[in-house]
């Protein structure tokens, strides 16, 4: 068994649940979900290509789960290769005058708060040479995406910050830019788009993997 470890936060569904799959054949995942069905599903996709993973059904901002969960990582294995941060909530598009607060506070609670709570946790699992991957949205700013959109775009400042202070100490803070992709969450915002030039989730994201080698 490999002793490098891949965490996935928001390993679920599309992009993390790819980013699993694409290094189970040389990580460790830790898989980390709300949805326990679909982590069993990625489970036995995981398994069929010889790979392993330990799987952590719970939500991001539990963070005494969260906390337990990285006490766990360090004690079983010490460090993590590879930190791939996908979780995210995505409200449904409103007019900035007319957004759900409920909505808008979950929005904050699980694409700001939670990051900045996890980049505390999950940092001292990390080396050096380690690597730490978050994911930019072009959605900032545009009409209807005032509660994604402001809090998605927090976060990846909140990580460029991060990215900054990092460059001489590690561990390696990567922004990475995934294309469009053929997911459920995007025919949510966009029912009636042409899906055929959308990227599927495996091909993004060893694409992104690829770059975070190069």
């Known amino acids: 068994m490999t002793d490098k470890i891949a965490l996935i936060t928001g390993a679920s569904r599309g992009l993390g649940a790819a980013l699993a799959e694409a290094l189970c054949e040389t990580h460790h995942i830790v898989a980390v979900g709300r949805t326990t069905g679909a982590l069993e599903e990625l489970d036995d996709r995981i398994k069929a290509k010889g790979g392993q993973a330990t799987l952590a059904p719970m939500d991001i901002t539990n963070t005494e789960a969260m906390a337990q969960l990285c006490r766990s990582i360090y004690d079983r294995w010490g460090s993590v290769d590879i930190w791939a941060h996908t979780a995210a909530h995505t409200a449904p598009l409103s007019p900035a005058d007319h957004m759900d607060m409920k909505g808008w506070e979950k929005s904050i609670s699980i694409n700001l708060t939670a990051a900045g709570l996890l980049i505390g946790?999950?940092?001292?699992?990390?080396?050096?040479?380690?690597?730490?991957?978050?994911?930019?949205?072009?959605?900032?700013?545009?009409?209807?995406?005032?509660?994604?959109?402001?809090?998605?775009?927090?976060?990846?400042?909140?990580?460029?910050?991060?990215?900054?202070?990092?460059?001489?100490?590690?561990?390696?803070?990567?922004?990475?830019?995934?294309?469009?992709?053929?997911?459920?969450?995007?025919?949510?915002?966009?029912?009636?788009?042409?899906?055929?030039?959308?990227?599927?989730?495996?091909?993004?994201?060893a694409r992104l993997l690829a770059e975070l080698r190069s």
């Not at 946790?121 to 072009?138: G, H, I, K, Q, R």
């Not at 509660?147 to 390696?172: C, D, F, H, M, N």
């Open 121 to 205: 946790y999950v940092s001292p699992l990390l080396t050096p040479d380690s690597n730490a991957l978050f994911f930019e949205d072009t959605h900032g700013g545009e009409k209807f995406f005032g509660a994604y959109g402001t809090t998605k775009t927090a976060q990846i400042a909140l990580a460029r910050s991060w990215q900054a202070e990092t460059v001489k100490t590690g561990p390696k803070v990567h922004i990475l830019k995934p294309k469009p992709l053929a997911t459920a969450l995007r025919a949510r915002f966009f029912p009636g788009e042409d899906r055929a030039p959308l990227a599927p989730p495996a091909t993004e994201a």
